[in-house]
């Protein structure tokens, strides 16, 4: 069976820090990676996505990046927080294109 | 551009009452539509999902069936439970990306 771990679980950051999310997915090889991004209460945007290890597509523009570093780890960062980063961060993965996504458990950011 | 179009924002309903939740698509391509519900400070979980044309999908209690010539793809339930509260999201795939619509927070009442 496959799983999908995030980490940290939590984080709280001063604006102008810099952030790294990460994510990992085991018993699936060559797995499609998505990020996505969803305000308290609010909808799940799509912010990456990768098919391969070293590629990735960005979705929208948030000031954020996303590498690829491994065929399981997908990572997210940014050199500076703005308070508009506040929100919940899900990894999710699927097995081919245009599939169902199965999402990890997220990781909560607070920008203060 | 694609997108996905869910009309009712907040849906409260007293258990036992049946529910429907609207769900709207548009694209140019044949896409993959999905339910996905959410409990809260939890992540997504898929509940439902459709490619075909006119056939309805089920899982625990929850349908819905795919029209391609209204584009909608609306999730439905006879008798609502408690543990039903939660967001559910409509979602549409293309290829790569997938569209949420805004979500239905539904709360089911005693």
């Known amino acids: 069976a496959q799983t999908i771990h995030q980490w940290p679980v939590a984080e709280i950051k001063a604006v102008g820090s810099p952030l790294s999310l990460g994510c990992t997915i085991k018993?699936?090889?060559?797995?499609?990676l998505y990020w996505y991004w969803q305000a308290t209460g609010g909808t799940l945007q799509q912010l990456f996505y990768s098919i391969t290890v070293g590629q990735v597509e960005s979705v929208v523009q948030l000031n954020l990046s996303a590498s690829r570093p491994k065929d399981d780890q997908f990572i997210l960062s940014t050199e500076k927080l703005l308070l508009s980063h506040s929100g919940f961060y899900l990894c999710?993965?699927?097995?081919?294109?245009?599939?169902?996504?199965?999402f990890g458990p997220g990781t909560r950011l607070t920008v203060l | 551009g694609d997108s996905v179009t869910q009309t009712e924002g907040l849906v409260t309903l007293t258990k036992g009452l049946p529910v429907m939740l609207n769900c709207t698509y548009q694209t140019t391509y044949s896409p993959f539509l999905f339910w996905y519900v959410q409990h809260l400070n939890e992540a997504p979980k898929l509940l439902l999902k459709s490619s075909t044309d006119n056939k309805r999908t089920e899982h625990q209690g929850f349908y819905a069936t795919l029209h391609k010539s209204s584009s909608s793809f609306h999730l439905q339930k006879s008798s609502v439970q408690l543990s039903d509260s939660a967001l559910y999201f409509c979602a549409m795939s293309n290829y790569n990306v997938l569209y949420f619509g805004s979500g239905t927070k539904l709360t089911v009442e005693p």
């Open positions: 018993g699936k090889s060559s797995p499609n």
């Open positions: 999710a993965w699927s097995p081919d294109w245009g599939g169902e996504q199965f």
